[in-house]
């Protein structure tokens, strides 16, 4: 199961510390314009050691393109890229061998395939998701051609979360800093949160957004492919997610109806709703307003702290961890939540040429 | 996109005023046990009618079984239910014709499609969930064989919540009043704000829980078949669902990592996990604790007061619902979520054969 | 596996002698005109009893539309199908319950499930292509709609062959005779093979040619959707198919590439091949000529003299058929092929919409 | 469509001179053994130059494992493989950029896509069938676990054909010589004839058959996944293929059921059939006996001679080959029937173990 998307469906391979991890995307139609360029910049804002606040490992992450593009654009063959690994100490990772890491898949891994490459996590290893970028990086040339403009950024860390709606953000300062919160004061308090955290040898999550502006009416298929559905499938599928909702999302549980519905009106001769509750899907299908959601970040299990844990015998034992891990994930998630959410709406976007004949 | 499932896929059909409804299984394993009574009873929880705090619309909602089974189970071939639709006044539908109904389907339907079966929803109402009911009827049988048992229940009602833990509460309970809600003293206080919401013709959400209890190690797909985004997608496949979260969930973001890690224990000659913040799930598949989670429900679109809206040549009007509606959907929810819930886990067993060679 | 197609997708369900054989098709778009009639005709030229060349049991295979149809089009819902079963003297079936029978699929379907429907062969029935017939009847309406026309004619049976090439033949006399052989002189003889190989109390096969004209440029999907692998799946999947091939098929062998190679040429502003050795494929993909190809079916299993066979317990025993039965399933097999030619097209014809982005 | 396989499925991508050509296996178990040296092994049995039979091209086709093995075993994870392609000489190909080929893909692709990468057929040339043999070594080793075994050799070249039943080959022999008979003396007429056949600068076809051996009973998934049809498939998308027939095939046609049918007979406590016509396959399922067939390849279109042909503007022009190419495929194409075959055989294997329950 390391495929994803209907028509537009990539498949990924390739371990942690593998000799490269990379993508394949069959039926991304001919004539996309493709420039590494882009697709490396997006990978940038994923790699380790970005800045102060993401881990200190050095890793180029360099994609290459291996097949599908001819003269600058897509050729309707697949499209293959790979990262290849760099040198890494896999002995740093002995020990990982034998011991199960609380609240990693180490435990699961083992159980379920009866072997398990442990070297820097293996398959379970985030170091995947800069697949998902790369493909994202795609996806978002696509949409742009349609209009539509997909964003992620981060929306709370830990207890700190920015109130702004989503309408008093401006998207445009998402990168002004490391953090990627386009609220900028709350940006400067995360980054001092995560310091702290940092220091305690801890990790902290929190929540990261994602919006889609200019998506037309009717994508999404029902009733499996419910648009909300797809993106659900596809932020929980990161890792470290715990929690998805759109639009009103849980906050809708203790309103009314009457306070909930989304009235039509009718303005620039175009159906709109006057509110968007909704968050831009009804009945599994997009109505024209702006998609928006959330998603839940647990902190990330490995922490610089000693912790109790048993080995692959059964015999108790205690991990303390090893090397320089990120103490919080949600700034190099961003990129990947607006990738998913990428992927997913250029495949509906594709699928939804096919819903009426003639 | 009509069909869910990877191994175990049941692909349904039908609108709410058509023919019928029903549902057809590929991928079940012959032999196994088909008692179309226990099916039924399934259906009966959740069809409308049943109590004073459902919609008073009667549908008897009698399942037929048209192939697949053989001298009382299933021989391996398709597996096909039918649910005949009961004569509908459809006539009530005609305002529906032309009206786009706040928060629902019809605008985006007929925007995708061109075209709309208006009568009561067609394809968008939340009458096919019947026929997931119905397949996880089936499914419950097979996970009861190997000792999983799947629950599912109303955890609010608007901001009536139970604060009991899962460990608190008496799955037992839950069909003791009509709410579903095995807190008994919470859930008549729902039953009163029901009450009170049905008598302002307004709607009101919930939370409504789900758990399952002796799920082997192993089930799950990584890297695109993670079990929480199966699961997750199951969910966020129902009508009115808005969010989901599995173990922490949402909780997560102001917890540390320290405080989040569930701590590797050996017990019984097993390895345990001494917490289980990871809901049962670690790096997309089950760890052999308890799965749960929790599903956001907003209040149904359909309320009992007049709503401004648009009809189809983006005219101004006002929409007064007719006939008898839920005021609350979440006791109907409980046996969608769970049924839901069963179907993927059947579907994760049946594939975590195929995990290891020999 | 009783689902065929890639977009537009069907499912059939139903056994011989159960309670109804159905079909649900997922991604027919909306705005098909769905015509009962013409569906239900199609059905006419596959059902048992239509002329003295088919078996003499009388089935009236009435299909009724469950689901999918609204003001007489497709609404892009599911379009589900059902043709009731008839009540069948089920007891005749009663010694198939323990005797496997020669060349059918008794044996397999009892090793490979466990159990197994004998009445009529249950699932393995040639009964489960009425589903087939009735989808490819909508198929063809969206082809003609595009100017594409599928014929399927009776080529050869025993050793009575239809000497005339492709162009030679007139379609419009196919059902001038029960047989489907629209080289009439050569019906005749057919007839009277059938004639004396239905009084010898044995079977005869033959072949079934196939043609579709009008196919525009495009259809197929390299590497592994090619044109000639869907359309070959779709035919060896037919019961009694022993073999596929097109374009020059087998004939190719002793050919050299000087020989058979399509010299392309320019007329009328178009690119044509003078020769189709290629039979209207090139590289897995339509070139605008005519596709064309030969199905093969051995003569049916069913004879109507003793047979020495096994039972279920390993016991020698001797099998004489009941009932009335095909001698020669030819004539009926001419709508099935047509049918599931018409399928692959318009699934690819859909697709093919996805190749180029803008 | 560059995916192949319903659980044990690969997707392939890569040109002939683009950077490599590869593969991603999905769905392969954990514990399988993976020896590089067998599948390079299988690889140098495609690959071009290995005698004077095949074109002398010299491409090392070294295979590279990317990812999804860990101590010698898969680990369940996507095993990745690639074949970095070669240096090559791209400009010899610079005039088929605005060409067309008679009856290769140039056309078609063009058309379709609206964009070709025309270097030595880019896409559509049959080097990506490397990635299908490498694929059907790992199958092979699985199979074999299971005791069975695959074969394919070559039957017929033009019309020089060998007359042996299947029974009364030796496959121990199809190595023996280049051109992969295991009738030698026959092998030795091929021999000459390729030779005749390269000499004018032509290209002749012919037959290659396969068979597997010890294939258990309950293989293959009706009604759609029928063995025989996912085989047919496999081989129908391979490059010159023109046809498929299993079991009696095209001979069946002549022969009266009662000539046909296979008696079961039960012998050292099994069933078995006396004769064999059917293939191995009855209903879509293996029956135990062996499975064999005939898959007819045309005469490469590659001709040494001058060919007419129109131009992308529709001018007329001549074309003449460069290069050296394969004057009759069919040695190489045996590992590449045995690979497919493999592979269809080891999916089932697998599927096949979800069909009972219990």
Redesign the interface.
């Known amino acids: 199961?390391?495929?994803?998307g209907?028509?537009f469906r990539f498949?990924?391979?390739?371990?942690s510390h593998?000799?490269?991890?990379?993508v394949?995307i069959?039926?991304i139609?001919?004539?996309?314009p493709i420039d590494i360029a882009l697709i490396q910049a997006e990978l940038d804002k994923r790699k380790p050691g970005q800045s102060d606040y993401t881990t200190q490992r050095k890793e180029s992450d360099t994609v290459?393109?291996?097949?599908?593009v001819?003269?600058g654009?897509?050729?309707?063959?697949?499209?293959?890229m790979?990262i290849p690994n760099e040198d890494a100490h896999s002995q740093d990772y002995e020990q990982m061998a034998k011991v199960?890491r609380?609240?990693?898949?180490d435990?699961?891994?083992e159980?379920?395939?009866?072997?398990?490459?442990y070297r820097g996590g293996?398959?379970?290893s985030a170091r995947?998701t800069a697949c998902r970028v790369a493909v994202g990086a795609i996806a978002k040339v696509?949409l742009e051609?349609h209009g539509i403009e997909v964003y992620a950024w981060v929306q709370?860390v830990?207890?700190i979360a920015s109130k702004c709606s989503n309408e008093e953000l401006d998207f445009s300062r998402i990168e002004e800093t490391p953090i990627r919160c386009p609220d900028i004061p709350v940006a400067l308090e995360m980054m001092a949160e995560i310091d702290k955290?940092r220091e305690?040898g801890?990790?902290?999550?929190?929540?990261v957004s994602f919006m889609a502006k200019g998506v037309p009416?009717?994508l999404?298929?029902?009733?499996?492919?419910?648009l909300?559905?797809?993106i659900?499938?596809?932020m929980?599928?990161i890792n470290a997610?715990?929690?998805?909702?759109?639009?009103?999302?849980?906050e809708?549980?203790?309103?009314?109806?009457?306070e909930?519905?989304?009235?039509?009106?009718?303005t620039d001769?175009r159906?709109h709703?006057r509110t968007n509750?909704?968050?831009g899907i009804?009945?599994?299908?997009?109505?024209g307003e702006d998609i928006y959601g959330k998603v839940?970040?647990?902190?990330?299990?490995?922490?610089m702290?000693s912790?109790?844990?048993?080995d692959s015998t059964?015999?108790?034992t205690v991990l303390v961890a090893k090397g320089r891990h990120d103490a919080c994930v949600l700034p190099r998630a961003v990129p990947i939540v607006s990738a998913m959410l990428a992927v997913v709406l250029i495949d509906h976007l594709?699928l939804?040429?096919?819903?009426?004949?003639?």
């Open positions: 199961m390391n495929s994803f209907r028509h498949t990924t391979f390739g371990e593998g000799v490269a991890i990379g394949v069959d039926g139609p001919a004539g996309v290459q393109i291996l097949s599908g001819w003269q654009v897509s050729t309707g063959s697949p499209l293959a790979m199960y609380p609240s990693h898949a435990f699961t891994y159980t379920k395939y009866g072997i398990r490459d293996g398959r379970s995947e696509m051609h709370q830990g207890s955290v305690a801890d990790t902290v999550g929190g929540i009416v009717g999404g298929s029902p009733i499996y492919g419910k909300q559905a797809d659900g499938a596809a929980l599928g997610v715990k929690g998805f909702q759109y639009g009103s999302g849980f809708s549980v203790e309103l009314r109806g009457s909930l519905n989304d009235m039509f009106i009718n001769g159906t709703t509750n909704s968050g009804q009945g599994g299908i997009s109505n839940a970040f647990k902190p990330v299990a490995t922490i702290q912790q109790n844990t048993v059964g015999n108790s594709l939804n040429k096919l819903s009426k004949w003639q």
